[in-house]
Protein backbone atom coordinates (compact mmCIF):
# COMPACT_ATOMS: atom_id res chain seq x y z
CA UNK A 1 0.00 0.00 0.00
CA UNK A 2 1.09 3.25 -0.84
CA UNK A 3 1.98 5.67 1.87
CA UNK A 4 -0.15 8.99 1.65
CA UNK A 5 1.09 12.32 0.22
CA UNK A 6 3.00 14.21 2.73
CA UNK A 7 1.60 17.18 4.30
CA UNK A 8 3.60 19.95 4.87
CA UNK A 9 1.32 22.23 6.98
CA UNK A 10 -0.31 22.73 10.03
CA UNK A 11 -3.47 25.06 9.53
CA UNK A 12 -4.06 25.13 13.53
CA UNK A 13 -0.75 26.96 14.14
CA UNK A 14 -1.09 29.08 11.07
CA UNK A 15 -4.22 30.11 12.75
CA UNK A 16 -2.71 30.17 16.41
CA UNK A 17 -0.27 32.54 15.66
CA UNK A 18 -2.43 34.98 13.06
CA UNK A 19 -5.79 34.53 13.15
CA UNK A 20 -6.14 34.06 17.17
CA UNK A 21 -5.06 37.22 18.84
CA UNK A 22 -7.51 39.43 20.40
CA UNK A 23 -7.96 41.90 23.10
CA UNK A 24 -9.77 39.09 25.17
CA UNK A 25 -8.12 35.67 24.17
CA UNK A 26 -10.08 32.85 24.85
CA UNK A 27 -8.05 30.56 22.20
CA UNK A 28 -4.88 29.92 24.00
CA UNK A 29 -4.84 26.93 26.05
CA UNK A 30 -1.90 27.05 28.35
CA UNK A 31 -1.56 29.17 31.39
CA UNK A 32 -0.73 33.01 31.11
CA UNK A 33 2.81 33.41 30.23
CA UNK A 34 5.28 33.99 33.47
CA UNK A 35 7.86 36.98 33.69
CA UNK A 36 11.56 36.49 34.61
CA UNK A 37 10.84 37.34 37.98
CA UNK A 38 8.74 34.28 38.56
CA UNK A 39 11.48 32.46 38.28
CA UNK A 40 14.15 33.87 41.04
CA UNK A 41 16.94 33.90 38.26
CA UNK A 42 20.62 35.20 39.33
CA UNK A 43 23.00 35.66 36.73
CA UNK A 44 24.69 32.94 38.56
CA UNK A 45 21.91 30.39 37.21
CA UNK A 46 22.78 31.53 33.57
CA UNK A 47 25.37 30.59 31.23
CA UNK A 48 25.18 31.18 27.52
CA UNK A 49 27.64 27.19 26.95
CA UNK A 50 27.93 24.15 28.49
CA UNK A 51 28.45 20.95 28.17
CA UNK A 52 25.03 19.22 26.91
CA UNK A 53 25.69 17.05 23.79
CA UNK A 54 23.10 15.40 24.26
CA UNK A 55 21.07 17.57 26.91
CA UNK A 56 22.19 19.03 29.95
CA UNK A 57 22.51 16.65 32.72
CA UNK A 58 21.13 18.35 35.50
CA UNK A 59 17.88 19.23 33.54
CA UNK A 60 17.74 15.36 32.57
CA UNK A 61 18.60 14.03 35.93
CA UNK A 62 15.83 16.36 37.32
CA UNK A 63 12.62 14.91 34.89
CA UNK A 64 14.05 11.64 35.87
CA UNK A 65 13.90 12.15 39.45
CA UNK A 66 10.57 13.46 39.49
CA UNK A 67 8.76 10.76 37.58
CA UNK A 68 11.21 8.17 39.44
CA UNK A 69 12.93 6.50 35.87
CA UNK A 70 16.48 5.51 34.84
CA UNK A 71 17.84 8.86 33.04
CA UNK A 72 18.85 6.97 30.30
CA UNK A 73 15.02 7.08 29.66
CA UNK A 74 15.14 10.61 29.65
CA UNK A 75 15.45 12.60 25.90
CA UNK A 76 15.89 16.22 26.50
CA UNK A 77 15.74 18.11 23.01
CA UNK A 78 14.80 20.99 23.55
CA UNK A 79 11.57 22.94 21.88
CA UNK A 80 8.82 22.29 23.75
CA UNK A 81 6.31 19.09 24.11
CA UNK A 82 5.95 20.35 20.26
CA UNK A 83 9.06 18.93 18.97
CA UNK A 84 9.20 16.02 21.86
CA UNK A 85 6.39 14.72 19.62
CA UNK A 86 7.40 15.41 16.57
CA UNK A 87 10.69 13.87 17.16
CA UNK A 88 8.93 10.56 19.12
CA UNK A 89 6.39 10.44 15.98
CA UNK A 90 9.63 10.50 13.36
CA UNK A 91 11.55 7.78 15.36
CA UNK A 92 8.14 5.42 15.77
CA UNK A 93 6.56 6.65 12.33
CA UNK A 94 7.88 5.43 8.73
CA UNK A 95 5.92 6.12 5.24
CA UNK A 96 2.77 4.13 5.19
CA UNK A 97 2.60 2.94 8.38
CA UNK A 98 -0.97 2.34 9.59
CA UNK A 99 -1.35 4.98 13.06
CA UNK A 100 -4.44 4.55 15.12
CA UNK A 101 -5.43 8.21 16.53
CA UNK A 102 -7.93 9.58 19.20
CA UNK A 103 -10.41 11.51 17.52
CA UNK A 104 -10.72 14.39 18.42
CA UNK A 105 -7.28 15.13 19.36
CA UNK A 106 -4.36 18.15 18.73
CA UNK A 107 -4.16 18.60 15.28
CA UNK A 108 -0.34 19.02 15.15
CA UNK A 109 0.12 15.67 16.00
CA UNK A 110 -2.00 15.13 12.95
CA UNK A 111 -0.42 16.52 10.73
CA UNK A 112 3.37 15.82 12.19
CA UNK A 113 1.70 12.43 11.03
CA UNK A 114 0.69 13.38 8.05
CA UNK A 115 4.05 14.79 7.32
CA UNK A 116 6.05 11.39 7.83
CA UNK A 117 3.11 9.84 5.43
CA UNK A 118 1.44 7.45 8.09
CA UNK A 119 -1.62 6.06 7.52
CA UNK A 120 -4.23 7.88 10.03
CA UNK A 121 -6.92 5.98 11.68
CA UNK A 122 -9.11 7.56 14.21
CA UNK A 123 -10.52 6.36 16.90
CA UNK A 124 -13.33 8.32 18.32
CA UNK A 125 -13.41 9.93 21.68
CA UNK A 126 -17.31 9.75 22.19
CA UNK A 127 -19.07 13.23 23.63
CA UNK A 128 -21.34 10.77 25.10
CA UNK A 129 -19.00 8.82 26.88
CA UNK A 130 -17.68 12.39 28.34
CA UNK A 131 -15.41 12.09 26.06
CA UNK A 132 -13.36 9.09 28.33
CA UNK A 133 -10.85 6.61 26.55
CA UNK A 134 -12.80 3.72 25.27
CA UNK A 135 -10.58 0.89 25.33
CA UNK A 136 -12.83 -1.58 23.27
CA UNK A 137 -12.91 0.85 20.20
CA UNK A 138 -9.26 0.76 20.19
CA UNK A 139 -9.04 -2.99 20.23
CA UNK A 140 -11.62 -3.03 17.38
CA UNK A 141 -9.38 -0.63 15.31
CA UNK A 142 -6.60 -2.40 15.91
CA UNK A 143 -5.05 -4.04 12.95
CA UNK A 144 -2.01 -6.88 12.73
CA UNK A 145 -0.50 -3.63 10.44
CA UNK A 146 -0.78 -0.76 13.29
CA UNK A 147 2.44 0.53 14.65
CA UNK A 148 1.70 2.97 16.54
CA UNK A 149 -1.52 4.86 18.62
CA UNK A 150 -1.88 8.52 19.39
CA UNK A 151 -3.28 9.70 22.59
CA UNK A 152 -3.24 12.88 24.63
CA UNK A 153 -4.22 12.76 28.44
CA UNK A 154 -5.67 14.94 29.75
CA UNK A 155 -7.21 14.70 26.77
CA UNK A 156 -6.81 18.07 23.86
CA UNK A 157 -9.52 19.61 23.16
CA UNK A 158 -11.99 18.69 26.35
CA UNK A 159 -9.53 17.98 29.33
CA UNK A 160 -11.03 14.98 30.05
CA UNK A 161 -8.57 13.18 32.51
CA UNK A 162 -8.30 8.56 31.78
CA UNK A 163 -6.39 6.86 34.50
CA UNK A 164 -3.09 5.19 33.65
CA UNK A 165 -4.88 1.75 34.21
CA UNK A 166 -6.88 2.73 31.09
CA UNK A 167 -4.14 3.77 29.31
CA UNK A 168 -2.48 0.94 30.00
CA UNK A 169 -5.06 -1.47 29.08
CA UNK A 170 -4.89 0.37 25.21
CA UNK A 171 -1.24 -0.27 25.30
CA UNK A 172 -1.75 -4.14 25.96
CA UNK A 173 -4.22 -4.39 23.16
CA UNK A 174 -0.95 -2.15 21.02
CA UNK A 175 1.53 -4.43 22.57
CA UNK A 176 -0.34 -7.83 21.19
CA UNK A 177 -0.20 -6.73 17.29
CA UNK A 178 3.48 -5.21 17.90
CA UNK A 179 2.49 -1.85 18.08
CA UNK A 180 3.29 1.37 20.47
CA UNK A 181 1.41 3.92 22.35
CA UNK A 182 2.74 7.34 22.21
CA UNK A 183 0.99 9.20 25.10
CA UNK A 184 0.93 13.77 25.13
CA UNK A 185 1.07 14.43 29.19
CA UNK A 186 2.11 17.76 28.78
CA UNK A 187 -1.38 19.15 30.51
CA UNK A 188 -1.48 16.41 33.15
CA UNK A 189 0.88 19.05 34.78
CA UNK A 190 -1.71 20.60 35.67
CA UNK A 191 -2.80 17.62 37.97
CA UNK A 192 0.04 17.63 40.02
CA UNK A 193 -1.39 20.09 43.02
CA UNK A 194 0.47 18.38 45.65
CA UNK A 195 3.87 18.00 44.01
CA UNK A 196 3.87 14.54 43.15
CA UNK A 197 4.34 13.71 39.73
CA UNK A 198 3.13 10.71 37.62
CA UNK A 199 3.06 9.44 33.97
CA UNK A 200 1.89 6.26 32.43
CA UNK A 201 5.30 5.44 31.26
CA UNK A 202 7.27 2.48 32.21
CA UNK A 203 10.64 1.66 31.08
CA UNK A 204 9.87 -1.99 30.30
CA UNK A 205 6.81 -1.14 28.28
CA UNK A 206 5.59 0.05 24.82
CA UNK A 207 4.46 3.20 26.09
CA UNK A 208 6.32 6.42 25.34
CA UNK A 209 5.30 10.15 26.90
CA UNK A 210 5.84 13.57 26.15
CA UNK A 211 5.68 16.36 28.08
CA UNK A 212 6.77 20.16 29.18
CA UNK A 213 6.85 22.82 31.35
CA UNK A 214 4.84 25.14 28.75
CA UNK A 215 1.03 24.34 29.26
CA UNK A 216 0.89 24.22 33.16
CA UNK A 217 3.32 26.36 34.27
CA UNK A 218 3.22 29.50 32.13
CA UNK A 219 6.80 28.97 30.67
CA UNK A 220 6.65 28.70 26.79
CA UNK A 221 9.60 31.08 26.22
CA UNK A 222 12.28 28.63 27.59
CA UNK A 223 11.07 25.38 25.66
CA UNK A 224 11.53 22.78 27.90
CA UNK A 225 9.96 20.00 26.69
CA UNK A 226 11.38 16.18 27.31
CA UNK A 227 10.20 12.34 25.61
CA UNK A 228 10.01 9.26 28.13
CA UNK A 229 11.01 5.94 26.07
CA UNK A 230 12.22 2.98 26.78
CA UNK A 231 16.25 3.00 26.67
CA UNK A 232 16.91 1.93 23.32
CA UNK A 233 14.30 3.67 22.02
CA UNK A 234 15.26 6.85 23.14
CA UNK A 235 19.12 6.83 21.89
CA UNK A 236 17.50 6.26 18.83
CA UNK A 237 15.54 9.24 19.32
CA UNK A 238 18.92 11.31 20.71
CA UNK A 239 20.81 10.13 17.61
CA UNK A 240 17.76 11.33 15.24
CA UNK A 241 17.83 14.88 16.95
CA UNK A 242 21.40 15.20 15.40
CA UNK A 243 19.43 15.40 12.25
CA UNK A 244 17.16 18.03 13.31
CA UNK A 245 17.95 19.93 16.52
CA UNK A 246 21.03 19.28 17.43
CA UNK A 247 21.19 20.97 20.82
CA UNK A 248 19.10 23.19 22.54
CA UNK A 249 19.67 26.33 24.18
CA UNK A 250 21.83 26.12 27.19
CA UNK A 251 20.25 29.19 28.57
CA UNK A 252 17.13 27.81 28.13
CA UNK A 253 18.28 24.54 29.69
CA UNK A 254 20.03 26.61 32.65
CA UNK A 255 16.19 28.18 33.01
CA UNK A 256 14.56 24.67 33.39
CA UNK A 257 16.81 23.44 36.14
CA UNK A 258 15.53 26.86 37.92
CA UNK A 259 12.26 26.18 37.19
CA UNK A 260 12.17 22.71 37.97
CA UNK A 261 13.03 24.66 41.74
CA UNK A 262 9.94 26.70 41.49
CA UNK A 263 7.40 24.69 40.91
CA UNK A 264 5.61 24.93 44.09
CA UNK A 265 5.08 29.02 43.25
CA UNK A 266 4.56 28.66 39.24
CA UNK A 267 2.02 25.54 40.39
CA UNK A 268 0.27 27.74 42.83
CA UNK A 269 0.24 30.60 40.17
CA UNK A 270 -1.42 28.43 37.85
CA UNK A 271 -3.92 26.80 40.02
CA UNK A 272 -5.23 30.07 41.47
CA UNK A 273 -5.94 31.24 37.19
CA UNK A 274 -7.14 28.09 36.65
CA UNK A 275 -9.66 27.84 39.09
CA UNK A 276 -10.51 31.12 38.97
CA UNK A 277 -11.45 31.43 35.22
CA UNK A 278 -13.00 27.48 35.52
CA UNK A 279 -15.51 29.45 38.94
CA UNK A 280 -16.24 32.19 35.71
CA UNK A 281 -16.91 29.56 33.05
CA UNK A 282 -19.41 27.83 35.19
CA UNK A 283 -20.99 30.88 36.25
CA UNK A 284 -21.22 32.45 33.00
CA UNK A 285 -21.58 29.59 30.23
CA UNK A 286 -22.05 26.15 32.01
CA UNK A 287 -26.01 26.41 31.81
CA UNK A 288 -26.09 28.43 28.17
CA UNK A 289 -28.77 27.12 26.31
CA UNK A 290 -27.16 27.19 22.99
CA UNK A 291 -24.16 24.99 24.47
CA UNK A 292 -24.24 21.46 24.81
CA UNK A 293 -20.95 20.48 26.74
CA UNK A 294 -19.21 18.48 29.65
CA UNK A 295 -17.25 21.05 31.94
CA UNK A 296 -14.45 18.90 33.47
CA UNK A 297 -13.14 19.65 37.49
CA UNK A 298 -9.61 20.04 35.52
CA UNK A 299 -7.73 21.09 32.95
CA UNK A 300 -7.38 24.26 30.63
CA UNK A 301 -9.60 24.27 28.53
CA UNK A 302 -13.79 23.04 27.76
CA UNK A 303 -14.79 22.02 24.69
CA UNK A 304 -18.53 22.44 23.88
CA UNK A 305 -21.27 22.09 21.11
CA UNK A 306 -22.71 25.28 19.81
CA UNK A 307 -26.16 24.57 19.41
CA UNK A 308 -28.63 26.00 16.25
CA UNK A 309 -26.15 28.61 14.67
CA UNK A 310 -22.49 28.19 12.71
CA UNK A 311 -19.17 28.25 15.33
CA UNK A 312 -17.16 30.14 12.57
CA UNK A 313 -19.18 32.97 11.97
CA UNK A 314 -19.91 33.11 15.51
CA UNK A 315 -15.87 33.81 15.51
CA UNK A 316 -15.80 36.14 13.22
CA UNK A 317 -18.89 38.42 15.00
CA UNK A 318 -16.83 37.67 18.32
CA UNK A 319 -13.68 38.85 16.79
CA UNK A 320 -14.71 41.89 15.22
CA UNK A 321 -17.55 43.28 17.27
CA UNK A 322 -16.61 42.37 21.02
CA UNK A 323 -12.42 41.79 20.33
CA UNK A 324 -13.07 38.23 21.46
CA UNK A 325 -11.32 34.50 20.17
CA UNK A 326 -11.73 31.28 21.02
CA UNK A 327 -10.70 27.99 18.44
CA UNK A 328 -13.20 26.99 16.17
CA UNK A 329 -13.68 23.31 16.50
CA UNK A 330 -13.05 22.88 12.59
CA UNK A 331 -9.19 22.85 13.77
CA UNK A 332 -9.85 19.17 15.91
CA UNK A 333 -12.32 18.08 12.81
CA UNK A 334 -15.21 19.06 14.79
CA UNK A 335 -16.63 22.01 13.32
CA UNK A 336 -20.39 22.43 15.20
CA UNK A 337 -17.53 22.68 18.57
CA UNK A 338 -15.89 25.79 19.98
CA UNK A 339 -12.17 24.80 22.30
CA UNK A 340 -12.63 27.71 24.89
CA UNK A 341 -9.43 28.39 27.27
CA UNK A 342 -8.95 29.05 30.96
CA UNK A 343 -5.31 29.67 31.62
CA UNK A 344 -4.93 33.46 31.00
CA UNK A 345 -4.99 36.43 33.17
CA UNK A 346 -8.08 36.29 35.67
CA UNK A 347 -10.15 40.00 34.42
CA UNK A 348 -9.58 39.26 30.97
CA UNK A 349 -10.71 35.71 30.67
CA UNK A 350 -14.11 37.05 32.60
CA UNK A 351 -14.68 39.97 30.49
CA UNK A 352 -13.86 37.29 26.94
CA UNK A 353 -16.50 34.80 28.94
CA UNK A 354 -18.76 37.92 29.46
CA UNK A 355 -18.76 38.54 25.74
CA UNK A 356 -18.81 35.40 24.59
CA UNK A 357 -22.12 34.92 26.69
CA UNK A 358 -23.76 38.33 25.13
CA UNK A 359 -23.08 36.81 21.65
CA UNK A 360 -24.48 33.93 22.17
CA UNK A 361 -27.45 35.49 23.84
CA UNK A 362 -27.90 37.14 20.91
CA UNK A 363 -28.02 34.49 18.35
Not at 65 to 76: I, N, S
Request: charged letters at 20%; one cysteine or more; proline letters at 6%.
Amino acid sequence: MTAPDRILKSDYMHFAKTGSQARYNLATSGVADCVLADLELSLDDLALHGPNPYGFAPLTEVVAARFGVDPACVVMVGGGCSFSNHLALAALVAPGDEVLVEDPTYEILQSTLGYLQARQVPVLRRPQARWALEPEAFAAALTPATRLVVLTNLHNPSSALDDHATVRAIADQAAAVGARLLVDEVYMELMFKDGVAHTAFREDGNIIVTSSLTKAYGLSGIRCGWILAPRPLAERMRQLNNLFGSLPPHISERMGVVAFQRLPALRARATALVEANRASYRALLAQHPRLDQVVFDQGTTVFPRLIGADVDALFQRLTAERETSFVPGRFFGRPEHLRIGLGGDVAMTRTGLERLAAALDAL
